[in-house]
């Protein structure tokens, strides 16, 4: 019962939150002045905020959060491990080494693009990698060993990067861009990202049968007829398009991908498979809603949303983990 | 005709040889099982008659078809394979669990077509599961959990089942109740290929034996011809005598 009215019912919370993300900011604007830039007669300056930062920010953090939470739930259920996301994989690692790569050659000064494309190439490397790991192992602790080093290693070039930073203005836009934000996004920015999300997604989605095949295990999975070989390189790459995506729209944002799957999973009967679109939905949800407190905080400085998301996500992800039981390797 | 037949399989891994020229045949009707010891090469042989492990020479047919050729989904329509069991990795319910066993027909969880969910029904009737099709798998006893994979098994409705170990750390009324299910798999119309352990439990049962030793098949047919005291010091190292028409084990070689 619960299950047939998740989706919709999450669906319509996003549609309420991202609409409350427009009345709420700064300054607070009332109901019919937002509804009145929504369906015209607003003045100007009412419309600029509105269409120009408020819902643009909003359906970015959403967007972000959406390609978060599909990529944990189909890792997750590629790896039959609950707390497997594109950040242990090392996809966001790699995603925000090549984004701050672009950010110190000074790359992003020539076209602010460079900043979008260099985030999806990282991606897309590291799924690449991943991809030809996943044909050559039968194992997955070894990808996720794979992907622990591909972490490890992207982070050890970031801090080397913030070492040599020639001034304190490119220390300070990479370290933006390490924190995760959806602060000043445009619908430009949103475009470039979306086909990279929306593809991803739409490769998860299509491919998503053999999760649960894959929760009796490998072996089983290949038992009951799973190409298993071409069932990882299809998630391991959407899921690397899909946060390649949200990387080059917000920066790093943690935890997201583990915490909305987790909460999904006992509404659809733990099926990895029927958890995607559901945890899409509250990922995106979560996101915005943490974004319209980091936007009406009354602080000095700006949150950032990534941090927000690890100061909820990682005691969560601390929490899970102790839930493990013993025999579920 | 359904049959699945070994022709001279060889694997070699690393330099080791896990398989040296194995032959042999499953056909329905026949509940064949396979023993041997620890390292024998008995799941490196199912493997690799099941197309997925590629042998080193050697191959392996179903219906005249080299296994190495059909798609995952053909094979598995065709044979029900139930490997040595690993936890699960969600706590699903027991009947998600047994539908599974209709993945090679693209069963969709959740959205089971007519077909798919009479044949998930009639392996949950066959397995005495009914009371627990709602149970989820974590707070299952090791027979039920058993019982359930069997359910899986059937579910698929293939001709021919192979199960590595299937009555692994099990009661001895346990270990009846699957090979009780099992037999009558095979009584309408099945073929199934086990592995145990339990060497009077595969007597009483099987109408053909392999014995394995080394990657070799050392001998195959009925118990009544292949289970001789001798053979168990040959393939088990064991000291073995017959005792009044009763096989005794006393102890290691």
Known sequence: MIERWLTPGLILLCVLAIFAACLLGSTAMPL????????????????????????????????????????????????????????????????????????????????????????????????????????????????????????????????????????????????????????????DEIGLALPFIAGGAALLLVTRRGLSALTLGEEAASGVGLNLQRQRIWTVLGAGLATGGSVALAGAIGFVGIVAPHVIRPFVRHDPARSLIPSALLAGLILVVADIFVRILPSTNELKLGVVAALIGAPAFVWIAMQRRAGHD | MTELKAADLMLAIDGATLLQTASFSLAPGELVILLGPNGAGKTSLIRTTLGLQAPSAGKATLGGEDTRQLSPSERARQIAYLPQTRPLAWPNQVQDVVALGRFSHGATLGKLTGGDAAAVDRAIVACDLTHLAHRSTDSLSGGELARVHCARAFATEAKLLIADEPTAALDPRHQFRILDLIKSYVDDGGGALLVLHDIELAARYATRLIWMKEGRIVADGPPSQTLTAERLSDVYRVSARMDAGRLIMDGAL
């Open chain 1, 32 to 187: 019919e002045r937002v509804l009145a830039a929504f369906f015209g007669g607003a003045d100007v300056s009412d419309r600029l905020v509105v269409w120009t930062i408020r819902l643009p920010r909003a359906l970015a953090a959403f967007l972000t959060g959406a390609a978060l939470g599909i990529s944990g739930a189909a890792l997750q259920g590629l790896l039959r491990n609950p707390l497997a996301e594109p950040g242990v994989l090392g996809v966001s690692a790699s995603a925000s080494l090549t984004a701050t790569f672009a950010l110190y050659f000074g790359l992003v000064a020539l076209n602010p693009w460079i900043l979008p494309f260099a985030a999806i190439t990282g991606a897309l490397i590291a799924t690449a990698l991943l991809a030809l790991a996943a044909t050559r192992t039968q194992s997955v602790v070894t990808l996720i060993l794979i992907g622990v080093g591909l972490s490890s290693f992207s982070g050890a070039l970031m801090s080397l990067l913030m070492n040599l930073a020639p001034n304190p203005f490119s220390l300070s836009d990479m370290i933006n861009w390490m924190l995760g934000s959806v602060a000043n996004r445009s619908f």
